[in-house]
C-alpha cells in the first residue's frame, strides 16, 4: 500500500525516533509499505517519520545512482556496491574521511535540492529485517544515503545542515511546502 509522505513542517519530522523490537505490531506489512511508498516516489531512501512513525527505522536502495553504467563487465562491480537494505535501530558508531559536498534532496522537502558537506565513510551498527545485528562500514553514495536517513530518524533534515545564508534563503519554500503549496508526482500529507 502506498503511503503519504509527511511534509516538512510536520512535527513527527522532529522527533527522535524508538528503537523497535521483533514483536513491534504490524512490522511487515510497514515495511512492505514503505519500500512500495519509497519507489513510486522514485527515492533512493525513506525514513520512517515520513510516514508518520516514530520508530528507528529506514530503507536505502541506490540502485538509480549505478543504473547508468551500462558496460557489462562492470556489472557485477555493480551489483557489489549497490545496497538494498533495510536498517532498524542503527545507531552509526564512527564518521571518518573527508568531508565532501554532495547535491541532496529530500522526499518530505520536494523541489528542494541544496549541497550538503558530510563526511565520506559511515561504520554503521543495525538490525536488518530478520532483527539480525550487522556492523558494516560504508562510503561514497551509499554512507551518503545512509547518513542522511539516519538523520531523520534522529529528527534532523538535510536543510539544518546549510549556512544562515542558504537557511534565509530557503525559508519562504520552506514555509510553502509545509502549507501545501508545492506540486509532488506523489502523495503527500501537510501539516497545515
Ligand atoms: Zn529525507
Known sequence: MILPIVAFGAPILRKKCSDISEDYP????IL???WETMYEANGVGLAAPQINRDIRLFLIDTTPFFEEEEEEEEEKKRNEIIVKQAFINARILEESGDEWEFNEGCLSIPDLREDVSRKSIIKIEYLDENFKKHIKTYDGLTARVIQHEYDHINGILFTDKL???RKRMIKGKLIDISKGKVSAKYKMRFPR
Open 163 to 165: 549556512t544562515a545564508l
Open 26 to 29: 504490524e512490522f511487515n506489512s
Open 32 to 34: 512492505s509499505n514503505m
